[in-house]
């Protein structure tokens, strides 16, 4: 796992949306990127935690909203940038959710 500080480097915003968190080109998607920024290193570090934590097995995303007692939308949120920086894959594998439907199973590259 990274260092603090290595970890914070890697979750800054600068270079996606307008230095915001990814939303939606519209007024409520925006409000909601900017309300969630200040928190998005701390957020995006515990997801990576977490599947970093569960190794080859990984995490779904359902896993991890109900192992860190967060919100669909902050967890798949930091998973899609968490994607898109290039910190976590999509393992191939499929598993469950709590509603019986097949889910990526994420892991970190």
Not at 9 to 36: C, K, M, V, W
Not at 69 to 97: F, N, P, Y
């Amino acid at each position: 796992m990274p260092s603090n500080g290595m970890q914070r480097q890697l979750f800054e915003t600068g270079e996606l949306y307008d230095s915001l968190p990814p939303h939606s080109d519209n007024d409520t998607s925006r409000g909601a990127a900017e309300a969630i920024a200040p928190h998005v290193s701390r957020l995006a570090e515990e997801v990576l935690e977490q599947i970093w934590l569960c190794g080859e097995e990984g995490s779904t995303c359902d896993e991890i909203e109900f192992l860190k007692d967060m919100k669909h939308q902050t967890v798949s949120a930091r998973i899609r940038e968490l994607k898109i920086k290039g910190r976590i894959k999509d393992s191939g594998l499929r598993r469950k959710t709590r509603s019986d439907r097949p889910a990526i199973v994420w892991v970190v590259t």
